[in-house]
């Protein structure tokens, strides 16, 4: 036969051998979860209650050095880059414990830790994702509140303390500032014109804004609202918040019906013609995390939940243009969303998850 | 009168016994590896199909049917079905078309540049799939995609005249991008082509067309048919070309609608994925058995036989300009056109369309930030070693279990066939959560190491394997292992003296395309991953769904970018290092 195929797999394993071989070990689990409460306005930065971050936190870190832990497993859905700063900033603070970070989308992430927990392979440490909150009916969340909760909005943790948030979504509308003049659009009610056939997109899974609007406005209301902008205009379903905004921004659409307040924001940071606007009161969504009541270094994992709510990581976290969860760290701008008027309904659970989410599924059909 | 007959009989009663017994070895120790590879997460996904999770406090599951009820009692799914069937055979008759009549000009005739043209398909396969169809959605959306603005300075539309979120630019996409499976496959059989068949054939006064469809083809058919199975059963089940280009347009198949359905439970119902993948299962156990009638006259696609033969190619005259015209256009359409995009889109921050006035405002950030990104040299090792040791151990296990399915007449040689190609059928977060939970539950400590997805590849790129190295041996006609066995060679001999060599072109075809699959692979990626075991595939997925699409573009560059000189210096350094054997 010719030669050439047989040479050509001989420089392929020569090639092969020629890259250093590497193998490498890791893994665990992950969750996700949302939060309720009557509208109230956002403050200005608060004094915070009483405090000593710097003591609280040598304490549990104290605790993790004389347990001899050097690892900390943290499975979450904030992006590798986004989170490789933050980790830098935690190895500074703890250098003996060593932070394996793993990101997976929300579902993969809680497939990953029932199956490992199942299995009896308690291996995370730390979740965060939307839906963590669902670790406590699968019995795997810690009942805990760490020093730095006490800074958190209260609107924005668990009353039973087995979840706190991470950072708040707020649900806004995105624009094209190219498409959509200023002043164009100030209510949901002005998206149900004619003039914005095929030009307005929504992410197929948006079921927590979707749960918020009914209990802002009541069932019949929110879904008449809906069914009025599908009639008129049309809504295009989108897989991510990330790609609706990418679609958005290259004017594939004028306006996303609902976005992530920092999704916009960061188009916007970086030259894009996009603008978020804010429909009161704002339905908030909490990125939430949870300990592990198993956790393999629960001193570690202790440690790594209340650095997520420190200062630091919060103010990290803003400057990413994201909303800070506690009350006295300033966002970035300070005036981001000062003065508006937010709602954090309680996360859904089964079934009401599923009914709504196939009430969303059916209104956007 | 017996002891008189014995020396005759001698040596046919001893290969006989020997091949038995062989047989015997052989079939229990590749079925053994097959079984115990694809037997457990087709148990799981039987089983998941029948529960759902029950979380009162602990992790429970309570067994249903809700997942069939889900599945087959939605008003959604007779739509998606058809769509999906429409998807998949579009596509297939498209990449059929292309990837054969490239194979056939690039193994068969003296077209000029034929060389370039199998870099530029393999090159097309690596382009992952969310790649592709980014690409295409910024060229060829209604509204503002490149061409279409391009093409509406001159004809008198408004929009259009392409539209991409159609299931026609579904298929478009789809076709253009699988094409190069069945091209490798194709051109694998072209290569062992006896060329006096063809000869035969024009004395007989056939033309072009009449030989190619009367002998050509009809010779290749168990290539054809692979090739089709594989390409039909893998339009079945995608996945991100519908969800980037379907959803928007409110085309949903099989697996965008399912995962809406699975979306809707929390924690995702896998169940309702499974019941999909059980109909997947279906599908392709009937390719197995369409596949083994095809191919029943096993003699009839022999062209390697112990008669010489010296390929020679077809002089194509003064048309083989006109040819290479052909072939260079489809590569700029398919590959260049979409890489020119996703260039474009690669050099600002976010996605811009063309104009001159943006061009001012370009930089190359997004790969300095790709290539500054801590693990990408760590995700670029484990991704090329992880996808070389998948291609080699499948092309070496398929190799001896294809013996067993194609020349033995073990009675469980059909079971083992269906088995290997059954793992096409298996959705990718299936076979991540199966292999999860059996090295979990196992005592073998593959938990959290790479080599856990080299596991969960070889499963499921097990059919691309078993199918090539099937067409390969079909190929060869058995007088040449009986000489071989008559002269006293043990089969291992045979195997490797006569075989192995035979059967190259045809490894060579599977281990590029496994290469090219592990390469690409995400669902189950996605979901082994840990930090030690990054992967780039995962690594430009997350960059995209994390909303930096153009960072992802850039990225996908820098991936071809690697793959491509990896290919030429692997041609290069084949013709300067001989190895000894």
Redesign the interface.
């Known amino acids: 036969?010719?030669t050439k195929?047989?040479?050509?797999?001989?420089?392929?394993a020569?090639?092969?051998a020629v890259?250093?071989?590497?193998?490498?070990?890791?893994?665990?689990p992950g969750g996700?979860a949302t939060q309720t409460s009557g509208p109230t306005a956002t403050a200005v930065a608060t004094k915070p209650a009483t405090l000593d971050e710097a003591v609280e936190s040598k304490k549990l870190y104290d605790a993790a050095v004389v347990a001899k832990e050097t690892e900390v497993n943290w499975y979450g859905t904030v992006?590798?880059?986004?989170a490789?700063p933050l980790l830098d900033i935690w190895s500074k603070q703890f250098p003996t414990i060593k932070p394996?970070?793993?990101?997976?989308?929300e579902?993969?992430l809680?497939?990953?830790v029932?199956?490992?927990?199942?299995?009896?392979?308690h291996?995370f440490d730390v979740l965060s994702s939307t839906?963590a909150h669902?670790l406590t009916?699968?019995?795997?969340a810690l009942q805990y509140t760490p020093p730095n909760a006490i800074a958190v909005d209260p609107d924005y943790k668990d009353k039973a303390g087995y979840w706190i948030g991470l950072y708040a979504n707020w649900n806004t509308i995105q624009i094209n500032t190219e498409k959509v003049k200023k002043g164009e659009i100030k209510s949901y009610e002005d998206l149900a014109n004619p003039k914005w056939k095929?030009q307005i997109?929504i992410d197929?899974?948006d079921y927590d804004w979707y749960a918020g609007l009914v209990s802002v406005r009541g069932q019949q209301a929110a879904d008449g609202l809906i069914k009025s902008i599908v009639a008129t205009a049309g809504v295009?379903?989108?897989?991510?918040?990330?790609?609706?905004?990418?679609?958005l921004?290259?004017?594939?659409y004028a306006i996303a019906l609902n976005q992530f307040l920092n999704?916009a924001e960061?188009?916007k940071r970086?030259?894009?013609p996009t603008e978020w606007i804010a429909i009161e009161p704002v339905v908030v969504q909490l990125g939430k995390m949870a300990v592990s009541k198993s956790a393999p270094h629960p001193n570690a994992a202790k440690l790594l939940f209340n650095f997520l709510i420190s200062t630091d990581a919060q103010k990290y976290f803003t400057s990413r243009g994201r909303i800070t969860s506690r009350i006295d760290v300033p966002n970035d701008p300070p005036n981001l969303v000062t003065g508006l008027k937010k709602i954090a309904p309680a996360p859904?659970?089964?079934p009401e998850?599923?009914k709504i989410?196939?009430q969303f599924?059916a209104l956007f059909k | 009168m017996a002891e008189a007959l014995a020396p005759r009989a001698t040596p046919f009663a001893r290969i006989a016994r020997l091949r038995l017994s062989f047989d015997a070895i052989v079939l229990a120790a590749s079925a053994a590896v097959i079984g115990y590879l694809v037997v457990t997460p087709i148990a799981f996904l039987l089983i998941s199909s029948f529960r759902r999770y029950q979380l009162d406090g602990s992790i429970g599951f309570v067994f249903t049917l809700d997942n069939y009820a889900d599945t087959f009692l939605n008003p959604e799914i007779p739509t998606a079905a058809f769509n999906s069937i429409v998807y998949a055979l579009g596509g297939t008759v498209l990449a059929i078309v292309f990837g054969t009549a490239l194979a056939w000009v690039v193994e068969r005739t003296n077209t000029p540049f034929r060389g370039a043209y199998m870099l530029l398909a393999a090159a097309t396969y690596f382009v992952p799939g969310v790649l592709m169809a980014i690409s295409w959605n910024a060229l060829a959306h209604v509204r503002i995609g490149s061409l279409n603005r391009l093409l509406q300075n001159v004809i008198p539309v408004t929009e259009g005249p392409f539209d991409v979120n159609s299931l026609l630019g579904m298929i478009w996409v789809f076709g253009t991008h699988l094409y190069p499976i069945v091209f490798l496959i194709m051109a694998a059989a072209f290569r062992a082509m006896d060329p006096a068949l063809e000869e035969a054939a024009a004395l007989c006064g056939a033309g072009l067309w009449s030989g190619l469809r009367t002998i050509t083809l009809a010779v290749s058919r168990p290539a054809i048919v692979s090739a089709l199975l594989i390409v039909f059963v893998r339009g079945l089940e995608s996945f991100d070309v519908p969800l980037i280009l379907g959803l928007p347009g409110k085309i949903n198949v099989l697996t965008t609608e399912i995962f809406a359905t699975a979306q809707l439970h929390h924690p995702p119902e896998l169940g309702i994925s499974a019941t999909l993948g059980l109909v997947l299962l279906v599908v392709s156990i009937g390719g197995v058995w369409i596949y083994r009638s095809a191919t029943a006259r096993a003699l009839a696609f022999a062209t390697i036989s112990g008669k010489g033969y010296r390929p020679n190619r077809l002089d194509l005259g003064r048309q083989r300009y006109a040819v290479a015209a052909a072939c260079l256009l489809f590569f700029f359409v398919t590959l260049v056109l979409p890489l020119i995009q996703v260039v474009w889109l690669s050099l600002f921050p976010f996605v811009r369309q063309f104009s001159l006035d943006a061009l001012s405002r370009a930089s190359f950030a997004q790969y300095a930030y790709v290539l500054g990104y801590g693990a990408i040299l760590d995700a670029f090792r484990n991704s090329l070693l992880n996808a070389a040791a998948v291609a080699a151990i499948i092309v070496v296990i398929t190799s001896i279990a294809a013996w067993i399915t194609v020349r033995s007449r073990a009675p469980a040689r059909w079971l083992l066939d269906a088995l290997a190609f059954a793992p096409i059928g298996i959705p990718g977060p299936i076979m991540g959560v199966s292999v999860l939970l059996v090295y979990l539950t196992l005592p073998i400590p593959l938990y959290g190491t790479i080599f856990i997805i080299t596991v969960a590849h070889v499963t499921l790129f097990l059919p691309y394997g078993m199918r090539l190295a099937s067409d390969a041996l079909l190929r060869i006609h058995p007088q040449l292992e009986e000489a071989s066995a008559l002269s006293g060679a043990s089969w291992l001999h045979t195997y490797r003296a006569i075989l192995l060599p035979l059967i190259l072109p045809g490894s060579v075809a599977a281990f590029i395309t496994i290469f090219a699959a592990s390469f690409r692979e995400l669902s189950s990626a996605l979901f082994l991953a840990s930090p030690q075991s990054r992967f780039v595939s995962v690594v430009m997925y997350s960059t995209w769904q994390d909303g930096n699409a153009t960072a992802a573009a850039a990225l996908g560059i820098v991936m071809l970018v690697v793959v491509l000189t990896l290919a030429l210096s692997a041609r290069l350094l084949a013709r300067f290092v001989r190895v000894p054997g």
Do not use: F, W
């Open positions: 036969m010719e195929p047989r040479s050509l797999i001989r420089g392929l020569i090639l092969a890259i250093i071989a590497g193998a490498a070990c890791g893994g665990s996700t992006n590798e880059e986004e490789k394996n970070y793993i990101r997976a989308s579902t993969s809680m497939s990953r029932l199956t490992e927990e199942q299995a009896g392979k291996n839906s669902l009916p699968a019995g795997l095929g997109a197929s899974t295009k379903l989108v897989d991510g918040h990330g790609n609706l905004s990418d679609a921004v290259a004017g594939q999704q960061r188009a970086q030259g894009a859904l659970v089964d998850l599923t989410a196939a599924k």
